[in-house]
């Protein structure tokens, strides 16, 4: 695939040829009876609206024009309403194969993949417990697919942190935090914790599927991600010869209860320090992300960022002592 | 152990000697500063209260005198404000060897264990579908541990079927309603909803103690008996060479799903039919026997049951067309 | 009204002359200003978008032509984006006297009326207490109008079987299963849960209004459907001379504590093992009702249905074991 | 039954000899082995814990002395730790044909009923709606069995008004208050106001016993007041020929909806500013009257009322301005 | 501003130029690609849709034509599917200063506002109680910008008395029934009960923004209503010298507790007989207003208005007796 | 006060003379008849219970011997079922002149009040924003009421750091806490959090009495510590020449929603990255205080605390890696 601009740098006026990614399809028709197609093309950089007037000038299948597939697409760049959109004159689907690389599709982490790696690496490393130590070496480490799946997971499919390395990077933000809450109450466990955070969110990367729009695979909707989490700790203590009981069921309680209350998914309250420490920090880790990005990404005029479902309410964005 | 006499068939003046569980057992001090030993001793067939006014009585160590203990009692049988109690000469502690077989000590079944077993051999036998009835027979039939406990256990702490035996006889008797359901709605998969009530509350003979009496397991308490399913589920379906991830799933799914909602400590709703029967059978089968037990057992003179804390009312004892 | 076919059968490209329910009708406008007129337009085998570009091809009434109205329609079959429409030429009124028989315009069960009253009837002839069967002849026998609109009312507005005869075929589904119960469960009372399942939604026959689209009448907004139940059993029982006041208690108990909870519009909790039966029963048969025609009527690619308001969730559509 | 000494007006060292209601009756044993009876004993004024050391003392049948009955005793007042109580030294069983007039032994409304029955009688008179007018005297002027229960029966069985004659005070407090804001907001229509408040209660006469300790029937808890009052409505619409249907249906709307919420038992909400109006002034009354009565009789020292279980809070007793 | 006809006594075909509120306003673009403009237009009397379909006839700077802004339009008055609409061919933004009296272009109460204010003023005069008196006198009397503030409020953004002047209205209405109550209930203190409904809301002045359309204001999202109307009281308390402690804290916690729930904004119960009766007539004057003007209003034709969701429910419009 | 041994260290068979705080008092009577007095005393280091056998053996007034009364005592110590006990011949009532220093008979910190008051010190000399410094030095090191309050008041009345000196102690553990998430967090304003966590409960030194027996002051009951902390902050904001209102209004923001939720008695859920930690901080501190006083101080056999009421669950014991 050759070079194109990102989406983000594109102009009024402007021409513009190169893939997209469809993430909306739609044929309508216009109330003089002739039909058009309708999109909405994004890169990683960002999404626009787009509109082929005449679709007699989609070239090969007309089925396989549709949400989720990589378009090529040629066309000009037009303000409409103080946003920019494309008139297209050409669209045709392309196959993943021609469009190599999809990352530069999809939103990802402003931390670079390598650097979140070697950082997980390290606090792996820093593990004084044999146990812990073994357990998350042979999950984060040693298996290979589990370790480039949890370095490309979003963290959620629409709460915070939905973007490519938004499940690592959010794993080592509360890793930071719970270094220093361990630092602050001496009589947490600190291993345990360091373990409780790695694996809360890690069944996210069987949970959501994130090769197209994110979304829930079938096993996240009929299983969820804390059974599978419980799933791979059981299956890997099971391999570890000699495995201590007591600390799997502790690793497992941490796990299980890390959604804080039953009516959010967690089937037992967590009932001991460490629990309740990764409980908070994780809930907290993902509300002030959602509060930051909205406070930094929102363009409007207002003092409020729009209603945050995720949140149930609307963020303040003026920041004390105010910006001069 | 010699032969004794049931508690439930004690007479007023008739003296008794023999073994007894103390289920409660307090020293108090009177008025007078003297003090006195005061218990409640069972056996199978019900309990009393028992006192022991001179407490110099005691033969043996007095420290082992104390709740969930054996104790060898030698006393006379009185009956006060119309309830029998027994005013005792002698107590000892009597070590677990000393009593042999505890199942007389505690409330069981009224159904024999052997016929339940051999229903439940049957059922697992008449499963058509060969990777449910391989996990079954895995489970049920081949872990002879499992098996053992599974017979044992009672269904719950203080619900319902709360006696020795209750978890199988509950078992089975949802699965005589799942029979009856799957003739009435034919689009249900019937081998899969016959696996899901077996194995849904399986977990509990080790989310409970009851050696002794009724509690929760430290297992019971940080993991819950769903997740203990979970785990067994998916060691065994390892272990069958080609075991489908499709049924594993919607086995998995059944089991996770059964308490119905999420506050009740299932981490996903039922989102399948048999799933769904499974939760509302469960449900029913519970609650029943609830309502059945307080309208058989209860000796008061009323036309209602002592509030029940499981319904969260009391139920009407009246029965239409009124015994005569 | 002559033949004519179903819009289910319909082609793309064929002309269409008929009757149709117009179950939504609005006049747009288009850019250019001219009005044009959208309809729904339905038989008892689906529906169908159509429209009329130039409404003075409207004879008659223009004011007629609205929602819940019968027209007269000509026009061509197209296909616009893998769907059906109507590109009409001629709209016109069409008075319900025209129509004739109604049934044909509306979603109908898939079970004949008069297998299903003969299997009611045969029912109400097996209770054996002699006050419950004269209660339930006095209502759905000797009653022709209760009897009628019994045979033609939908179970509900927008949850379960959701057509005409839906009321009916759902009580025989429920007490399908409650003799499957009784059987099972030796301590209930048949005839009394017999009577229950048949009355417990008979009050829908006024609660809801289904002779053009379904939704509430005045009764069924200020009253309901229970408390209608409960005056109906009451009026019918002060007419028969010497019915027992227990039993009209308990069948009124039983049809006001259907729901299950308060919060449900049950006044009372069920207090009796029937009461009880009946909740679960009913409960239990709409939700798999919704569940199973889900499965069956989605036409959709992936793996689960749209999600269902009534259930709070989507339903998992793969079935196991899988179809070949 | 001989004139005797009120409960509230002994004093230490006094002898009493009379007829009191025992509210609670236990044979207890002490650390001596000797049995005593411990009794609560009442009359209208108020209430007094009682002892009989020596129960050989009891005259007659000793299976008679429980709560619920009248007891003839004569004994001894006593102070003990600040509380008058009685030193018995004979006891017997009461037939309630020796007691006469009930009244006397239970808390009654500090109204007099003949003034509170005028009262009521001359607003059935001032209804101007014919229809209204007709079923209110069906009800409560002609039919004399109601009209006395009506005038007897207490509020509630625990949350205000819990006294003889409370029904009828509440009733009337609330339509002292409906009419005043009849008075303020115009558009309501004052006799179907009325008619709702007098009607939202009345049911209260079979939902509960309050011929000994006030409690619920059967009918009281498989039924309820409000289905109690909607099947009376019926029955008198029913008689009085011509009743309006629409009328019917508005005033069983008032008193199904008056609990004003499905979780407290009303099976709709309140959709009509009549039966929006009545909800509020009912609960507002009953509140009212709680924190008045505990402002009133709390004799304790301190600033805030005990714990109210109906409020779920305690009251502020200080008034503005302090008395002095 | 010329005078100008009022937007509900516009006909068809009528031409009409002026100046009016924009509610809502966007630019779109028809199927044929050229842009249009869409507006939504309001007076005091009402609002109508509005199009421009040739955006090249906006006159000035095109970006000042948004929601909230006054526009001078001249155009056609049009009917469409039974709605009046405009059909423009001028339109330019009008600065504020041009258009004079904002009051002509939003809702307003049916009130005057010098009435009001003088029914304010005697009420206050009525006080007895001098602490009240002087507190009551300086904030609504001698603080002449909260005065106007308060004369000139809404009630609410979206509940109950949504115009200006609702807020004045409403606290009248609810002083009106508080009177009467205080006559009721004799125990209440009538001063204590005015106070508090005239504190109760006050805040509201700076919790809503209501110079063009209405909103909450920071401050009204940070802090609220309530812990304003707090703040105001202390400071004014403050500052009357001796001012009683008992009675500032009677008076904060009325105010407090106005709300009747935590969950509904109220940090405290009502404990005072005074707290609880304002908490509830606010509460039943809102909703009965809410009701009236859904009856009065409407213009459907059905039984019911529409669904609302202060009250969640619709409310039934049929008045017995019925209008003839 | 002469020295006197701490109850902590008394043993079984000694001879104790001194002052000891009544935390219950009662006068029991026997079966025989005979009054005694039962009482539980306490110093800070435990409590005990203790009985006077004979009534007639207390010194001076009798009415004076109640709960919250310090007391002289003389008695011997005895052991009773595992538990010490205070058999007494002693009892007078004593006068808080006799006793002293108040708080060697109160559970304290086991922090010191002057390095604990040392380090608020420093942290308000630490915080860098005039304004915010300004407000906390007037609240907390010019206004020695309050600062002496602050060193005294515990932090809750029963939930966490119960003792005196607690308030004080939480305050400062959660600034530890803050200092770490701002160093995580760059975005969040390290000042306004700090402001923010001295002012969250401050007052609680006027909604608890801590004098004796920890409770409710009418203000805290009718007020509440919110409330009063944004009376405090907007008296001192008044008072500070030029205040910026955009700081006074953020302050007031994170007082008003430290507690998470409405439910929690919170007007205003937090809406800023700085109100939401402040809030999760606070709510995990109390807890994790909880947790780890549970673990360390309960003595019990078994591997569960008992149920705690503040938490709604037990808290496991057994720490890993196990202690040898």
């Keep these: 695939m050759p070079e194109q601009p990102q989406i983000r740098s594109l102009k009024s006026g402007e021409s513009f040829t190169g893939h997209l990614l469809a993430q909306e399809a739609a044929f309508k028709t216009s109330s003089k009876g002739s039909e058009y197609l309708e999109l909405k093309l994004a890169d990683a950089s960002g999404d626009l609206k787009a509109f082929l007037w005449d679709i007699r000038a989609i070239e090969g299948d007309m089925e396989a024009v549709k949400a989720d597939a990589f378009l090529k697409v040629k066309g000009r760049v037009d303000e409409y309403n103080g946003r920019l959109q494309l008139r297209l004159d050409k669209v045709r689907f392309a196959p993943d194969s021609e469009v190599g690389d999809f990352s530069q599709f999809f939103p990802v982490s402003r931390r670079p993949v390598t650097e979140m790696l070697a950082e997980m690496d390290a606090l792996i490393a820093s593990v004084k417990d044999p146990w812990i130590r073994k357990l998350l070496a042979a ?89 599978t989490e419980v799933q791979w700790i059981n299956r890997e ?42 409980h908070y920090l994780d809930d907290l880790d993902g509300k002030l992300e959602i509060m930051f990005r909205g406070i930094r990404d929102d363009g409007g005029d207002g003092n409020w960022t729009p209603f945050s479902r995720a949140l149930e309410r609307m963020v303040y964005k003026v920041r004390w002592p105010k910006a001069k």
């Design 139 to 227: 999950l984060f480490v040693e298996n290979a697919e589990l370790r480039a799946a949890f370095a490309k997971a979003p963290a959620a499919k629409s709460m915070h942190h939905v973007y490519l390395g938004g499940l690592l990077e959010h794993t080592l933000s509360i890793l930071g935090m719970a270094e220093r809450a361990c630092g602050h109450y001496a009589e947490l466990n600190r291993d345990l914790v360091v373990a409780g955070v790695f694996l809360h969110d890690v069944g996210k990367t069987t949970e959501l599927s994130y090769e197209r729009s994110f979304g829930y695979t079938d096993q996240g909707n009929l299983v969820g991600h804390i059974s």
């Design 237 to 278: 203590a099971d391999r570890i010869q000699g495995f201590p009981d007591e600390l799997r069921m502790q690793l497992v309680h941490i796990v299980l209860s890390h959604h804080g209350k039953l009516e959010f998914g967690s089937p037992v309250l967590p009932k001991t320090p460490e629990a309740l420490l990764v």
